[in-house]
């Protein structure tokens, strides 16, 4: 028997990225939301006498057994590091089923690591703590712990430090992925280089300037718990008291339930609007859009004019990829065929809340 495990992706909704750490990372700020888009990853594993982890995947960018490279996986990475902690020595075959674009911002690969975990776990019939599964995730990669939490999250440190915010809702979104890939690390440095500070021989950010503006985004996650805390509880495991998500509307302009009831008091209540009134902005933006000038096109048209605009779009993480979120799934639809009109694929999805991000992560 084989587990079969959607691992979905991410957007970053504000990345606020400050100077170098001793360690070389930086210091960042960002509010993380999972989305429908998801890559499936397969894991059989059964107990052996000898360690044996093989991987194999159908797009030529994912490190794999064939290539010689799998160790570099980070779901490979994250099975052996499983086993040594679980102190357990298994035969392990992971597949990678790829749909979302190498290199696109979309923390893919970094979701594939968490779902080769939850495979893992499944097919041993071994759980790891939780707090020991953060650890691991963090060990991979700065973008891996936040896919143990699914929804919406808040992420500090260099990424790996998270905190479950109660779910944003669920606006349709659409994401556009050009067939262009960005090195994250290239990009860390092409942000330092844009902002030396004077004096200094190693390039680094401008400190007073982007720790303010980390502080702010951190201070905008505030808002997300304000307004989440009026429409329901603000404990950041169970999204909203009333049990519903909140949508957003384009007749009214204010949260709505499912079921279409509305929010008390208006937009001021919607947590997404909320957020995005607060002026969140992706630090990226500035040295990908200009080593990838279409990039800011496509960002044009993910928006919209007024009279079908979207709610807010941005490129997600370093790139390439970017979303735009809407007010209706008509809205949506015309900025999908607005990007695929000028030659870049677009994908229709939606905000997955934590919920629904585990109730639908293990496949049939
Ligand atoms: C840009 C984001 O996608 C935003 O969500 C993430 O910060 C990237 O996270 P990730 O892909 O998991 O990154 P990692 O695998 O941890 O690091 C890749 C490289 O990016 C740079 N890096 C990453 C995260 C960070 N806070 N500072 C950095 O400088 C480092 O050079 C590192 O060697
Ligand atoms: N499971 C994996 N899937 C895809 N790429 C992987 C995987 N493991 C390691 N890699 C390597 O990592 C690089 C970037 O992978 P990924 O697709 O996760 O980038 P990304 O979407 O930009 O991630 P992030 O948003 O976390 O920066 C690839 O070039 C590839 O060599």
């Given at each position: ?8 992706a ?5 990345l ?37 982890i ?31 902690r ?7 075959h ?29 097919e041993?019939g ?22 143990l ?11 790996e ?18 067939g ?80 279409g ?34 990039l ?26 970017l ?42």
């Open positions: 028997m084989a587990t079969r495990v959607r691992s979905f991410k957007i970053n909704l504000g606020a990225v400050g100077p170098p750490r001793p360690d070389g990372f930086h210091a960042l700020s960002t509010i993380y939301q999972t989305i429908g888009l998801h890559d499936f990853v397969t894991v059989s594993a059964r107990q052996a006498a000898e360690m044996r093989t991987l194999t995947a159908n797009h030529r960018g994912v490190p794999r057994t064939e290539n010689g490279d799998a160790e570099k996986n980070t779901a490979w990475r994250m099975v052996s590091a499983a086993l040594t679980m102190g357990v020595t298994a035969e392990v992971l597949d990678i089923d790829k749909r979302l674009p190498v290199q696109g911002g979309l923390g893919a690969g970094s979701a594939n690591a968490v779902a080769a975990l939850m495979g893992l776990e499944r041993l071994v759980a790891l703590p939780g707090a020991e599964r953060l650890r691991l995730a963090a060990e991979i990669g700065s973008d891996v712990p936040l896919f939490l699914g929804g919406t999250v808040l992420g500090i440190g260099r990424g430090e998270v905190y479950p915010l109660p779910d944003l809702g669920v606006a349709p979104c659409v994401v556009a992925t050009p262009v890939g960005v090195s994250t690390k290239q990009a860390f440095a092409d942000l330092d280089a844009r902002y030396p500070s004077a004096g200094s021989v190693a390039p680094s950010l401008t400190s007073s300037v982007e720790n303010a503006r980390i502080t702010k985004l951190s201070c905008a996650s505030a808002a997300v718990w304000a307004c989440n805390g009026i429409a329901g509880n603000a404990n950041g495991t169970a999204p909203h008291s009333s049990g519903t998500t909140p949508t957003v509307s384009p007749e009214h302009g204010f949260g709505i339930s499912p079921s009831e509305q929010f008390e008091g208006g937009l001021a209540e919607n947590p997404l609007l909320a957020l995005v009134r607060t002026g969140i902005e992706n630090d990226f933006e500035e040295v990908v859009f200009s080593q990838h000038p279409f800011r096109s496509t960002k044009r048209e993910l928006l919209g004019s007024s009279s079908s605009q979207a709610l807010y779009a941005a490129l997600s993480g370093s790139g390439s990829a979303f735009g979120l809407y007010f209706s799934q008509a809205a949506a639809r015309e900025a999908q065929q607005r990007v695929e009109h000028s030659g870049t694929r677009a994908l229709l999805t939606e905000m997955l809340d934590r919920q629904t991000y585990f109730d639908t992560m293990f496949a049939e």
